[in-house]
């Protein structure tokens, strides 16, 4: 049966995640749906099953929508015979999906259950999923809302994925708007977030903090060149600092 086949993913009974077309039949998913390991892409189960059925023991077989090589079918059919109702532990890439679903329907409790049994499990998430993490972030950073970008920075830091380019620099812009603004807080949040998910300031932070400290300080009040400063102290590579910078920095979220 292909439905006990660990080489795919059967999210249930739940309607398609998109609400998508079945790949195979390019009719709508039906009720209950397969997902491929290489592409993530959903299909009915059943247009699945046939299109399986007549597969040689042995034979290669590729996934219907990418091509990429899927595990040998009916050598694991053989081999999960008598064990259909074992429940075997998620693989590495199915808690990569189920995280990456979670957050694209912005179920945060979902998604966070999923991060700690990730965590307990020391399951390495799939490259794609780190993608997806880095590019949730940078939506929510857009349009969702600060606690909405501490959960996820959270789940990110948990897991230990690390940050995409486009995120850094995402972060670094809006970190760089905020400080011209002067609108301390919101720096505060993405200097919290930069450390938290371990990205890296910019050279163009550095700078305008350093112009901000020191050529613009007449600017600034005592409340501001306090909040500068440490913004400025925060993240920076000084050793001796280090204990010192770690502790007193995520307050805000
Ligand atoms: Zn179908
Ligand atoms: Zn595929």
């Known amino acids: 049966m292909i ?26 998913c039906r009720s209950v749906t397969a997902v491929t390991p290489c592409c993530w892409n959903e299909m009915d189960r059943d247009c699945l099953q046939r299109l399986f059925a007549n597969t040689p023991l042995g034979a290669r077989t590729a996934c219907p929508v990418c091509r990429v090589d899927l595990p040998d079918l009916s050598q694991s059919q053989h081999s999960m015979q008598g064990t259909g109702t074992m429940q075997t532990p998620k693989s590495r890439w199915v808690m990569s999906y189920e995280l990456v679903s979670a957050l694209k329907n912005n179920d945060w409790d979902k998604a966070e259950g999923i991060q700690l049994s990730i965590q307990n499990t020391g399951v390495m998430l799939v490259e794609r999923a780190r993608r997806e993490l880095s590019n949730k972030l940078i939506e929510v950073l857009d349009s969702g809302t600060w606690a909405e970008a501490g959960r996820l920075k959270r789940i990110i830091q948990g897991i230990g994925a690390e940050p995409t380019h486009e995120l850094m620099k995402k972060l670094n812009n809006k970190l760089i708007e905020a400080l011209n603004r002067r609108d301390w807080d919101n720096a505060d949040r993405l200097q919290c977030i930069i450390q938290g998910i371990r990205a890296c300031r910019s050279q163009k932070v550095l700078q305008l903090l350093f112009q901000m400290l020191t050529t613009d300080k007449s600017k600034n009040s005592i409340d501001d060149q306090e909040r500068l400063e440490r913004i400025n102290s925060a993240n920076v590579p000084d050793e001796m600092e280090e204990a010192q910078s770690e502790a007193g920095l995520c307050l805000i979220m």
Do not use: E, T
Request: proline letters at 15%; a negative charge; charged letters at 5%.
């Open 3 to 28: 439905s006990s086949n660990p080489a795919f993913y059967f999210p249930g009974s739940q309607p398609a995640q998109a609400g998508g077309v079945c790949p195979i039949c390019l009719d709508l």
